[in-house]
Nanobody, 115 residues
Framework: QVQLVESGGGLVQAGGSLRLSCVAS??????MGWYRQAPGKQRELAAT???????NYADSVKGRFTISRDNARNTVYLQMDSLKPEDTAIYYC???????????WGRGTQVTVSS
């Protein structure tokens, strides 16, 4: 059974930093990533990372967010620096299984950036 457990959200002032973690279990994952959903908006990509380490970032977070993963621990991280109020959202961990390319989601963690 696949499970994704996120941690690390919280309240931070603009310009501050937060680090999100997501521990995945139950499979091997080809792609892991973070998506976010702000109030009244659709869920959008923040960043993804493949098993081999290649990364992809939304333009809105490039240069401020860094995604990484520890394959031995099936854990993906999102280091968020220079946070802006517009980064406020629920951040969801996503993982795609290597075997059948099925997507799984975590429950989400709230990130709030005050101005």
């Amino acid at each position: 059974q696949v499970q994704l457990v996120e941690s690390g959200g919280g309240l931070v002032q603009a310009g501050g930093s937060l680090r999100l973690s997501c521990v995945a279990s139950g499979s091997i994952f080809s792609i892991m990533g973070w998506y976010r959903q702000a109030p009244g908006k659709q869920r959008e990509l923040a960043a993804t990372i493949k098993l081999g380490g290649s990364t992809n970032y939304a333009d809105s977070v490039k240069g401020r967010f860094t995604i990484s993963r520890d394959n031995a621990r099936n854990t993906v991280y999102l280091q968020m620096d220079s946070l802006k109020p517009e980064d406020t959202a629920i951040y969801y961990c996503n993982a795609r299984t290597l075997l059948n390319q099925k997507d799984y989601w975590g429950r989400g963690t709230q990130v709030t950036v005050s101005s």
